[in-house]
Nanobody
Framework: QVQLGESGGGLVQVGGSLRLSCAAS????????MAWFRQAPGKDHEFVAV????????FYANSVKGRFTISRDNAENTVYLQMSSLKPEDTAVYYC??????????????????WGQGTQVTVSS
C-alpha cells in the first residue's frame, strides 16, 4: 500500500516556474515507477511524465518535453515535477501516481495503482 500527497501547486504567470512535490508513505515506494498526470476542467486525465524506480529512465508527453523535469529521491520517498516556461494550457489539477514497473511506459490513467488527491496549478496570462 502506498499513500501519495501532492504539494507545491499555485498561481503563476505565463513563463514562470513551479516545482511540485509528491510525498509517499510505505516501504515499497522505491519499487514503483512514478508518474505525473494532469486534469483540466471537463477533460480526461492527461499523461505528463514518468520515471522508473531508480530514475534511470524518464518519458515525457510531447506537450511538456523540454519544459518539465521529473525526478525522485527514494531516500525521502518523494517525486518531483519541475515545471518551467509555463503556459495557460498547463492549467490543471496535477496528480502523482504509482504504477508497477510493467506499466512504466503506459500513458493511461487506469494503469496507475495508487494516486494522490491532486494539487491545482493555474497559469495566468
Amino acid at each position: 500500500q502506498v499513500q501519495l500527497g501532492e504539494s507545491g501547486g499555485g498561481l503563476v504567470q505565463v513563463g514562470g516556474s513551479l516545482r511540485l512535490s509528491c510525498a509517499a508513505s510505505g516501504r515499497t515506494f522505491s519499487s514503483y515507477s512514478m508518474a505525473w498526470f494532469r486534469q483540466a476542467p471537463g477533460k480526461d486525465h492527461e499523461f505528463v511524465a514518468v520515471i522508473t524506480w531508480n530514475g534511470g529512465y524518464t518519458f515525457y508527453a510531447n506537450s511538456v518535453k523540454g519544459r518539465f523535469t521529473i525526478s525522485r529521491d527514494n531516500a525521502e520517498n518523494t517525486v518531483y515535477l519541475q515545471m518551467s516556461s509555463l503556459k495557460p494550457e498547463d492549467t490543471a489539477v496535477y496528480y502523482c501516481a504509482a504504477r508497477t514497473p510493467y506499466d512504466t511506459s503506459s500513458t493511461k490513467w487506469e494503469d496507475n495503482r495508487y494516486w494522490g488527491q491532486g494539487t491545482q496549478v493555474t497559469v495566468s496570462s
